[in-house]
């Protein structure tokens, strides 16, 4: 018996042994399969710099004008004798240490990028070798697939076997992409410092070293802060690995920043330059470089040209008058929208593009973040209106003071004088400072923060109380997109440039329609328009009445750093602004009235006739043919858009100085609210730390409305920024004593709930449970308690 069960036992081993062998031998075989065909496709060394012909793409107008062409220069390499050793070294330090050790694939790098993906949660890191990134920038897609990657892998092997590590490097850094059309990296030296590649520095090198992992979000000309980070983690890391000393690496991150000026890849532009920039890089970022330098790509845009060169006039006129007057007014831009799609109709970026020595090139429309001043108000009093407020309800405008760490912030208004009682409507006409504060304590500034992103700010607003007086940075397509729903009884349009793309054989590639959301209900947006109607008739913003139905807001901010008029109609929304690249005041009466308001007029006065022209012929020009329906169901549609704006925001703990995640060794971090999906991700690249962020809240997220943990407490009114608009915000609180937000009703630790609320110092044992009084069915119901 025991034979028998000895007897079986040893045959189902051999089966499994069998079946084993069977399953390695088939997997050897597929691996043998794969190679050989990975072999039969890889190209000869010397096809590498076989030149494959380029068809240009054309830019039109919503007209059909020819706007630019598109082209990519033929492909120059240079031999790695040519190339700096600093940015090789650079190159290999931050894109794969291990390079000169591995054999083409670095299990080590695989490890990490996989342990990091699941610790954040998302498919951050590829773990990719500079051998396997050729293999896919030559002969592979750019999808993320497991095929892919494993045609990668075995594809980086082999070139491994056919090149020296030297050749690998060398063909590398002449076929990769930089960012603005510049492949390989004597197009790239050219492109971003206009020199040969030999006389690049330590710090030039660096930069361009960071660029290939993510070209377009770290391009200085896109966003130099960020460049300028990821250049010192560059520095850091050749630091760490021995390429340069601690001292090199120091002395490199204080060097300033020159570029040679903008031009994307190849192009001759006729018109709207800026605006042009502005589709080639979303262009880029949809299709890839390739496909928009070489594939004869037909582009038709949103821009109205006749409205566009008005514009160009109208903001010229007014800063030359201003220079006439003995202001100090550099630079401006402007940019108009029609609510009801969307679509960019003007784009203003600068005074003059190719004027390098007042950085024209930099589009100030979509690149620059400027305090918006009073201009950020409408916003304050859209969260009052749709929670209760009327717009009779009586403001105080007393002297008020906030505590401010060691100090106390006293704000003012910009005729340094107070009126006592005035209604809300007033307040917004007069631009009257310290009643859009007290409104903005009543009605919390958390909501403040989550209407403004509703509505269409995208950038972090900073939680604190002077965000009521727009010290908070935001660009002018962002104000102008977020008063759009004011002329639309609350619909929102998402700013949108392109309308269609075709490809070389004539197949529709994209064919993009208006995206539409109710943002805010429509009584709530009709009566805002109602109170910024009378900013234009009876308030600071008389200059632009001649308008027929127009409406708007002015701002400028502190020391007359920056000047705004934002205005619409039912047909177009404009965003004027001027001020000077390096911040410093424009000089006396240089308002958004007296400046940007008739900027706004001359350029509308065009913009009118081409509407009219338009509607009268039902042309092609994307323009308002109905008045928005009010809603049958208001108080259900109220309910819902609340619901949707307390979701929709999230707070996070940023760094001041890389505007990333903020880490224990950021010395200068505040809490700030974002549009849920577009806050940070990241931690600061500045300040490296391997920890988690130091602090995050969300609003609330369940369909009942019921709240998470309450908020910190809020800064003082003032906020930390460079501007000078108010005293330094507070600092970080004791460990004993912390600055706490009160409900004055029930003298509990404040929530987003609470109506009206006080900053207060407590020692921690002190420090109150939070509120009950205050819940989510007072919050909906709009009560003003």
């Given at each position: 018996m025991r034979r028998i069960r000895s007897r079986k036992l040893r045959t189902a081993l051999n089966l499994i042994k069998i079946a084993i062998l069977l399953v390695i031998a088939g997997a050897l075989g597929i691996l043998a399969a794969t190679f050989y065909t990975i072999s039969k496709v890889l190209p000869s060394p010397g096809e590498l710099e076989v030149y494959v012909p380029a068809e240009a793409t054309r830019i039109f107008s919503s007209e059909g004008k020819l706007l630019a062409t598109v082209y990519e220069e033929n492909r120059q390499s240079i031999p790695i004798t040519q190339m700096p050793k600093y940015l090789q070294d650079a190159t290999v330090a931050i894109e794969d240490s291990r390079f000169y050790t591995h054999s083409g694939v670095d299990p080590k790098g695989i490890l990490r990028a996989v342990y990091e993906n699941l610790r954040r949660g998302s498919f951050m890191q590829g773990g990719s070798t500079l051998t396997q990134q050729l293999a896919r920038n030559i002969y592979l897609s750019q999808r993320k697939t497991v095929s892919r990657k494993l045609q990668e892998m075995l594809l980086a092997r082999e070139i491994e076997r056919r090149l020296s590590k030297e050749e690998i490097l060398e063909r590398y850094l002449n076929l990769v992409y930089y960012g603005s059309g510049a492949y390989g990296v004597k197009a790239a030296a050219r492109t971003y410092f206009g020199k040969q590649p030999a006389e690049l520095t330590l710090a030039e090198c660096a930069l361009l070293a960071g660029l290939p992992k993510k070209p377009s979000g770290w391009s200085p000309y896109d966003n130099k802060k960020a460049a300028i980070g990821r250049r010192n983690v560059v520095l850091a890391r050749m630091a760490e690995l021995g390429y340069i000393t601690r001292a090199q690496a120091e002395e490199a991150s204080r060097e300033e920043v020159r570029l040679v000026g903008l031009q994307y890849g190849r192009a001759r532009v006729k018109r709207a330059p800026h605006f042009v920039g502005y589709v080639v890089k979303q262009l880029v970022e949809k299709w890839g470089p390739d496909e928009v330098y070489r594939g004869g790509l037909r582009v038709v845009t949103t821009l109205n040209l006749e409205m566009q060169a008005a514009a160009e006039r109208a903001l010229r006129r007014q800063v030359d008058l201003a220079r006439r007057q003995g202001k100090r007014v550099g630079q401006g831009a402007m940019v108009a929208i029609d609510p009801r799609t969307g679509h960019i109709k003007v784009m203003v970026g600068s005074l003059d593009y190719y004027d390098k020595k007042n950085d024209g090139m930099w589009n100030n429309v979509v690149q620059a973040k400027r305090q918006p001043g009073s201009a950020f108000k409408p916003f304050v009093y859209t969260a009052a209106i749709d929670n209760g407020y009327s717009p009779n309800y009586i403001l105080m405008d007393t002297p008020v003071s906030f505590p401010d760490g060691n100090k106390v912030w006293s704000p003012g208004n910009y005729d340094n004088r107070f009126r006592g009682p005035v209604t809300m409507r007033r307040a917004v006409e007069m631009s009257i400072n310290v009643p859009a504060i007290r409104m903005a304590q009543q009605v919390g500034i958390d909501k403040v923060i989550a209407y403004a992103q509703r509505m269409g700010i995208k950038?972090?607003?900073?939680?604190?109380?002077?965000?009521?007086i727009g010290t908070s940075e935001v660009s002018p397509l962002e104000l102008a997109a977020a008063y759009g729903p004011f002329a639309t009884g609350g619909i929102r349009a998402e700013p949108m440039a392109i309308v269609k793309v075709i490809g070389r054989d004539d197949k529709v590639l994209e064919d993009n329609r208006p995206q539409l959301a109710r943002v805010i209900p429509y009584e709530t947006a009709t009566t805002m328009a109602d109170i910024l109607r009378g900013v234009v008739t009876r308030g600071t913003a008389r200059r632009a009445a001649v308008i027929e139905g127009a409406h708007g807001k002015t701002g400028t901010t502190q020391n007359l750093r920056d000047a705004w008029f934002i205005g619409f109609t039912r047909d177009l929304v404009a965003a004027v602004w001027v001020g000077n690249n390096d911040y410093s005041p424009m000089g006396s009466a240089v308002f958004g009235g007296t400046v940007c308001a008739p900027a706004w007029v001359e350029m509308m006065q065009t913009a009118v006739a081409v509407i009219a022209r338009a509607r009268k012929g039902r042309g092609n020009v994307e323009v308002a043919r109905q008045e928005p329906e009010r809603p049958s169901r208001p108080r259900e549609?109220?309910?819902?858009?609340?619901?949707?704006?307390?979701?929709?925001?999230?707070?996070?703990?940023?760094?001041?100085?890389?505007?990333?995640?903020?880490?224990?060794?950021?010395?200068?971090?505040?809490?700030?609210?974002f549009p849920r999906g577009s806050e940070p991700t990241e931690y600061c690249v500045i300040h490296a730390s391997t920890t988690r962020p130091v602090g995050a809240l969300e609003s609330p997220q369940n369909g009942t409305g019921s709240a998470e943990t309450p908020p910190g407490a809020l800064d003082s009114g003032a906020d930390r920024s460079d501007s000078g608009e108010g005293a330094a915000a507070s600092g970080q609180a004791s460990a004993r004593v912390e600055e706490v937000t009160i409900c004055t009703k029930s003298q509990r630790r404040a929530t987003e709930y609470c109506p009206e609320v006080v900053i207060k110092k407590l020692p921690e044992s002190q420090i109150p449970g939070a509120c009950t009084l205050h819940t989510a069915t007072s919050w909906e119901d709009g009560a003003a308690q």
């Open positions: 950038s972090q607003l900073k939680r604190n109380l002077s965000l009521a549609d109220r309910r819902q858009i609340r619901d949707a704006i307390r979701q929709g925001t999230v707070f996070r703990e940023i760094c001041l100085q890389s505007e990333m995640l903020a880490t224990p060794a950021c010395p200068q971090r505040a809490k700030a609210g």
